[in-house]
């Protein structure tokens, strides 16, 4: 939808997935949209290096959120809520629904 604003329709992928997750790491999007994991994390670094996104280290994977610090980021997250009202209601539910309850104790984060 606003691929042509973004330059890449992994790139919208990516910013709506973290604006309705608050957080998101390379290999589970990559998983999850069914992408390579290479173009990915050059969106995720791309991204990073303009100052749109941060990411802080959890063990060995790099989690991406936006910047707070960003100054568009209400204009941003304004324009994906946007994007996010005109999105179908199964691509939204596939792709974009949140995680609402927390993890089971003593269950493994990682497969």
Known sequence: MIESLLGSK???KILLYIYTNKEGYAREI????EYTLDPVQ????KLE???VLISRRRGRT???SINPRFPFKKELEAL???VLYFTSKTEKEKYYNPRLRPRRRG???WK
């Open 80 to 82: 994906l809520e946007k």
């Open 62 to 64: 790099n989690i991406f």
């Open 30 to 33: 990559s998983n999850l949209f």
């Open 42 to 45: 050059k969106q995720l670094n």
């Open 10 to 12: 992994t790139k919208e």
């Open 49 to 51: 290096e303009n100052g």
């Open 107 to 109: 269950k493994p984060l």
